[in-house]
């Protein structure tokens, strides 16, 4: 029996007792249970209440208080790091710096790094391997089509999509008929001359060693925005970032409050049906979807019918990294929380990081910054 389930039980017989000796009119015995029930009730509503607002709980049954944690870092593999690091600032002049960082070649944008360790043999991608749980990651770019179109003047390979399942290549998903259509409603399109609209949109970059570099146009700076991640079950994995990493939902409208996550099973039982652009000609299964934030960078997901997913260590992007102000505080209770770690506390370079494994085996880099 649980301990709500103990607690109610325990006041309602002690009433019940109660009851049974009034029956003599006894009227100060009735006035004294009356006063005990109204404050048996007032406690059950107040533990109701605790128990409805309060974060899970470690093991030990403490509340869990989950520190500040901030985006920190892309770890991708390359044959050659500097080469790599020297590619990001072509596209994103503005937003991203070739550096060096914790004695890795890397990247700087914003408040984010993206970070290189040298190997021997072409990382596997999407295109030479199995899928991983990271599907690319991306820049807000104010005019996505200008960019494109720089792009292709300097000579940097385009990631094309099909437009439909009997079309063509194209660069942009302005390039396709609107709002991400099926099959089914793009031949309605079609049959009443709908056309593309060509203006704004989204678009990829096929970077060093494979990569796959989003430009979405967004906001009126360019600036690195997000990872791109599949997962079989959108909103379990949204709740796991949300309860063990402390993520945050997007606002609601009109800025409001966050909305709640869907309440029951957070198991996708049914997908949506495939739409375009897709980088496969049969369609992408882009629903359901969810999303979680780091500060100013979001963790999108989309889903991946029927798992599967293999871990991203030794992949194009290794893993991604977050900041903790206290690892040893964050490790002890991600273990409470039985959190499955890659590797423990370690040094690295002039602080030290350790390792977990996320849904769908994604590698998440705990990083220490004080």
Aim: some cysteine; proline content about 7%.
């Amino acid at each position: 029996m649980s301990y709500w389930n103990r607690r109610v039980t325990r006041v309602t017989g002690t009433c019940r007792g109660c009851r049974y000796k009034l029956d003599s009119n006894n009227w100060s015995e009735r006035m004294k249970l009356m006063t005990r029930t109204a404050i048996g009730t007032a406690l059950i509503v107040l533990v109701a209440v605790s128990i409805a607002t309060v974060r899970p709980t470690h093991a030990q049954g403490r509340p869990t208080t989950i520190e500040p944690m901030h985006f920190h870092h892309v770890h991708l593999n390359s044959v050659n790091p500097a080469a790599a690091a020297e590619y990001y600032p072509k596209p994103f002049a503005l937003s991203a710096t070739k550096t060096a960082f914790n004695g890795y070649e890397a990247v700087k944008t914003g408040n984010v790094y993206i970070l290189f360790t040298k190997v021997s043999t072409p990382p596997m991608t999407e295109l030479t391997g199995p899928q991983t749980s990271v599907w690319h990651f991306g820049w807000n770019t104010p005019d996505s089509r200008k960019y494109n179109e720089r792009f292709r003047a300097m000579g940097l390979e385009i990631a094309q999509m099909w437009d439909a399942a009997d079309g063509k290549l194209v660069d942009m998903s302005s390039d396709t008929l609107p709002g991400l259509p099926t099959q089914e409603q793009i031949l309605e399109m079609r049959a009443k001359g709908t056309q593309p609209s060509r203006q704004g949109g989204f678009g990829y970059l096929r970077g060093p060693d494979g990569a796959m570099i989003e430009n979405a146009q967004a906001g009126q700076a360019e600036r690195f925005n997000h990872m791109h991640m599949y997962h079989e079950h959108p909103q379990c994995a949204m709740q796991w970032y949300t309860t063990h990493l402390g993520a945050r939902l997007a606002q609601g409208a009109g800025g409001g409050a966050p909305e709640a996550p869907a309440a029951g099973d957070c198991h996708t039982r049914s997908y949506a049906p495939p739409t375009w652009p897709s980088f496969a000609k049969t369609g992408f299964v882009r629903e359901p979807s969810g999303a979680v934030f780091f500060d100013d960078i979001s963790i999108s997901i989309r889903p991946w019918p029927g798992g599967g997913l293999v871990s991203t260590r030794g992949h194009i992007v290794d893993h991604w990294a977050l900041s903790v102000p206290d690892l040893a505080a964050t490790v002890a209770r991600l273990k409470g929380e039985g959190i499955r770690f890659l590797e423990e506390i370690r040094p690295w370079g002039n602080t030290r990081a350790a390792m977990i494994e996320g849904p769908d085996r994604i590698a998440i880099e705990l990083v220490e910054v004080k």
